[in-house]
T-cell receptor, first 111, second 114 residues
Framework: QKEVEQNSGPLSVPEGAIASLNCTYSDRGSQSFFWYRQYSGKSPELIMFIYSNGDKEDGRFTAQLNKASQYVSLLIRDSQPSDSATYLCAVPSSNTGKLIFGQGTTLQVKP | NAGVTQTPKFRILKIGQSMTLQCAQDMNHNYMYWYRQDPGMGLKLIYYSVGAGITDKGEVPNGYNVSRSTTEDFPLRLELAAPSQTSVYFC?????????????FGSGTRLTVV
């Protein structure tokens, strides 16, 4: 089992809808979780991180953690075409402590 | 602030050639990383460094070498390039090792080995 897994998509939603992206992780002891956004041909940028003690909301973005099922979600409300990108989930490695990335989910927001 | 600067942006290598990918940051971050990203895949950690003079292997270190003589610079060396090393290479740095403040990525180097 990969340490961090994501459905590669693409996930297609209409403009204004809620986009829901999921990420599963294998290390039950993971304490922090990160979401990066990567536009085509660009480098990743951090948009959200949460600790295991709770969910987090930042503007239109909400990160939620389900520890029992070992997955973390990113919800994007009122999706905009500018949200079209690949979203990478990352979790610190149990071996090195450095970020392990999932393969990313491509989101397409259609006007 | 320049952030993390990578050079070159593009490079084509022939099989067996060698090259060095340059990475420099001006944020005084102690932690620096090299990742590679293959099409449709996530980022794989090649090497990382927790400070000048200290480096360690990541998930996919074979075929690469690094050095960290200063806080600012973290070059990645490819010896005897192989087609399997065709990828986009990202350098990153962070204030803390846990990444809680986020990794700052460079713009990437797109390498093709033919």
């Amino acid at each position: 089992q990969k340490e961090v897994e994501q459905n590669s998509g693409p996930l297609s939603v209409p403009e204004g809808a809620i986009a829901s992206l999921n990420c599963t992780y294998s290390d039950r002891g993971s304490q922090s979780f990160f979401w990066y956004r990567q536009y085509s041909g660009k480098s990743p940028e951090l948009i959200m991180f949460i600790y295991s003690n709770g969910d987090k909301e930042d503007g239109r973005f909400t990160a939620q953690l389900n520890k029992a099922s070992q997955y973390v979600s990113l919800l994007i409300r009122d999706s905009q075409p500018s949200d079209s990108a690949t979203y990478l989930c990352a979790v610190p490695s149990s071996n090195t402590g450095k970020l392990i990335f999932g393969q990313g989910t491509t989101l397409q927001v259609k006007p | 602030n320049a952030g993390v600067t990578q050079t070159p942006k593009f490079r084509i290598l022939k099989i067996g050639q060698s090259m060095t990918l340059q990475c420099a940051q001006d944020m005084n971050h102690n932690y620096m990383y090299w990742y590679r990203q293959d099409p449709g895949m996530g980022l794989k950690l090649i090497y990382y460094s927790v400070g000048a003079g200290i480096t360690d292997k990541g998930e996919v270190p074979n075929g690469y070498n690094v050095s960290r003589s200063t806080t600012e610079d973290f070059p990645l060396r490819l010896e005897l390039a192989a087609p399997s090393q065709t990828s986009v290479y990202f350098c990153a740095s962070s204030f803390s090792g846990e990444g809680a403040h986020g990794y700052t990525f460079g713009s990437g180097t797109r390498l093709t080995v033919v």
